[in-house]
């Protein structure tokens, strides 16, 4: 993030708006390395922030007015009455901004409106946690500004409420924290039932290793009913084997809880959860002791995982697992909510280029849209950029 993007978006918002913003913030995109559909079942999760960022210039108001506007998307200025703010409106893109400023009202905090201008880098529909980033810039621009005092994982809860509650996807909070908490050059191992973190160093270049994103160009829409069923699945799991979330079933127990379920699909969410979370922990035991290179068989056992077993992949996120692989890749899986959007591929840096050539060939063979690829590298979380103009 550069300033003369942030003087950009100041810029931008000032020919808006007529007068220069109190500030200008940004938050990120991330990437989920392992621990996928775990964050809403009191699991673990693995996520880093991407350089693609939402950048938000932002200025306070007392007179119960919020004015929102993305320079992404098509339309003029969106103007709303804070007070009036109903979750389930049809707002579009607006809802998630609005949404953090509903979810802060309703807990009591004073937040009176805002001037708002948005542009995001971070792509959308590619389960890198656009909205995430929207949400999280939204609730740190507002907390500065009203100084409300929140703490990050604070941030993240009410960017996740608004996500829930306002937009209406029941989102776990793995994408907020992410946005959030991430610190460049570490992965984020979190603990979605306390929030409480730990920041994994994780510099592959050291290694000789990269991270890349393949973009599927497959838009994913997690508000369409089958990302709300396999969470209801994994709810009625937990309510059958008498345990507060998934995470409370050991590895070591799962055929015995298994044998207790009835549902066949409960019984398929219930055994990829449980076993991510223990592809989690088997991660970070990797990292800790610098063996990198083996954390490539778990990221491929765990796309099995959600492909047959939580069933939420689709041929473009398996092929581009199939075909990095075949390439030699130490290991790839889908990441995020599935139904479309990204395969992460862990890589010798030697063979990057290779693998992704490789991905690329195979999309074009059997006649899908060409993917999009880049390196992920492990970026910092959400923060201010500069004060005004």
């Given at each position: 993030?550069?300033?003369a993007?942030?003087?950009?978006?100041?810029?931008?918002?000032?020919?808006?708006?007529?007068?220069?913003?109190?500030?200008?913030?940004?938050?990120?995109?991330?990437?989920?390395?392992?621990?996928e559909?775990?964050?809403?079942?009191?699991?673990?999760?693995?996520?880093?922030?991407?350089?693609?960022?939402?950048?938000?210039?932002?200025?306070?108001?007392?007179?119960?007015?919020?004015?929102?506007?993305?320079?992404d998307?098509?339309g003029?200025?969106?103007?709303l009455?804070?007070a009036?703010?109903?979750?389930?409106?049809?707002?579009?893109?607006?809802?998630?901004?609005?949404?953090?400023?509903w979810a802060?009202?309703?807990?009591?905090?004073?937040?009176?409106?805002?001037?708002?201008?948005l542009?995001?880098t971070?792509?959308?529909?590619?389960?890198?946690?656009?909205?995430?980033?929207?949400?999280?810039?939204?609730?740190?621009?507002?907390?500065?500004l009203?100084?409300?005092?929140?703490?990050?994982?604070?941030?993240?809860?009410?960017a996740?409420?608004?996500?829930?509650?306002?937009?209406?996807?029941?989102?776990?909070?793995?994408d907020?924290?992410?946005?959030?908490?991430?610190?460049?050059?570490?992965?984020?191992?979190?603990?979605?039932?306390?929030?409480?973190?730990?920041?994994?160093?994780?510099?592959?270049?050291?290694?000789?290793?990269?991270?890349?994103?393949?973009?599927?160009?497959?838009?994913?829409?997690?508000g369409?009913?089958?990302?709300?069923?396999?969470?209801?699945?994994?709810e009625a799991?937990?309510?059958?084997?008498?345990?507060?979330?998934?995470?409370?079933?050991?590895?070591?127990?799962?055929?015995?809880?298994?044998?207790?379920?009835?549902d066949?699909?409960?019984?398929?969410?219930?055994?990829?959860?449980?076993?991510?979370?223990?592809?989690?922990?088997?991660?970070?035991?990797?990292?800790?002791?610098?063996?990198?290179?083996?954390?490539?068989?778990?990221?491929?056992?765990?796309?099995?995982?959600?492909r047959?077993?939580?069933r939420?992949?689709?041929r473009?996120?398996?092929?581009?697992?199939?075909?990095?692989?075949?390439?030699?890749?130490?290991?790839?899986?889908m990441t995020g909510?599935?139904?479309g959007?990204?395969a992460?591929?862990?890589?010798?840096?030697?063979?990057?280029?290779?693998?992704?050539?490789?991905?690329?060939?195979?999309?074009?063979?059997?006649?899908?849209?060409?993917p999009?690829?880049?390196?992920?590298?492990?970026?910092?979380?959400?923060r201010?950029l500069?004060?005004?103009?």
């Amino acid at each position: 993030m550069t300033a003369a993007t942030a003087r950009r978006v100041a810029e931008e918002f000032a020919g808006l708006y007529g007068a220069a913003p109190d500030g200008v913030w940004a938050a990120p995109g991330r990437v989920n390395l392992i621990g996928e559909y775990t964050d809403f079942n009191d699991g673990f999760v693995l996520p880093l922030a991407l350089p693609h960022t939402a950048v938000a210039a932002v200025s306070r108001r007392d007179d119960g007015v919020l004015r929102l506007h993305s320079e992404d998307l098509p339309g003029g200025i969106v103007r709303l009455d804070a007070a009036a703010l109903v979750p389930g409106a049809d707002l579009g893109w607006a809802a998630y901004p609005a949404g953090v400023v509903w979810a802060l009202r309703q807990a009591g905090h004073p937040v009176g409106g805002a001037d708002v201008h948005l542009a995001s880098t971070v792509p959308t529909g590619a389960g890198l946690s656009s909205s995430a980033a929207l949400e999280v810039v939204t609730a740190l621009a507002l907390d500065e500004l009203y100084g409300l005092g929140l703490s990050r994982p604070e941030l993240a809860r009410f960017a996740q409420h608004a996500e829930n509650a306002f937009v209406g996807v029941p989102c776990g909070v793995m994408d907020q924290m992410a946005s959030a908490c991430a610190v460049e050059g570490h992965a984020l191992f979190l603990d979605t039932r306390d929030l409480s973190y730990r920041q994994v160093p994780f510099d592959l270049g050291a290694f000789g290793l990269r991270l890349l994103v393949v973009d599927t160009r497959v838009k994913h829409a997690l508000g369409d009913g089958a990302y709300a069923e396999r969470r209801a699945g994994c709810e009625a799991g937990a309510r059958a084997l008498g345990v507060a979330g998934l995470r409370d079933i050991p590895h070591a127990h799962l055929p015995a809880a298994l044998d207790r379920l009835e549902d066949e699909a409960v019984r398929r969410y219930v055994r990829h959860v449980v076993s991510d979370n223990e592809r989690v922990l088997r991660t970070i035991a990797l990292l800790d002791s610098g063996e990198v290179r083996a954390v490539g068989p778990l990221l491929t056992e765990g796309h099995v995982s959600l492909r047959d077993d939580l069933r939420v992949s689709c041929r473009e996120l398996d092929l581009a697992v199939e075909a990095a692989n075949a390439a030699g890749a130490l290991g790839a899986r889908m990441t995020g909510g599935g139904f479309g959007g990204s395969a992460v591929v862990l890589t010798e840096a030697s063979g990057a280029d290779g693998v992704a050539a490789a991905v690329e060939k195979a999309f074009a063979r059997d006649g899908l849209t060409a993917p999009g690829i880049f390196e992920a590298l492990p970026s910092a979380g959400a923060r201010r950029l500069r004060a005004v103009l």
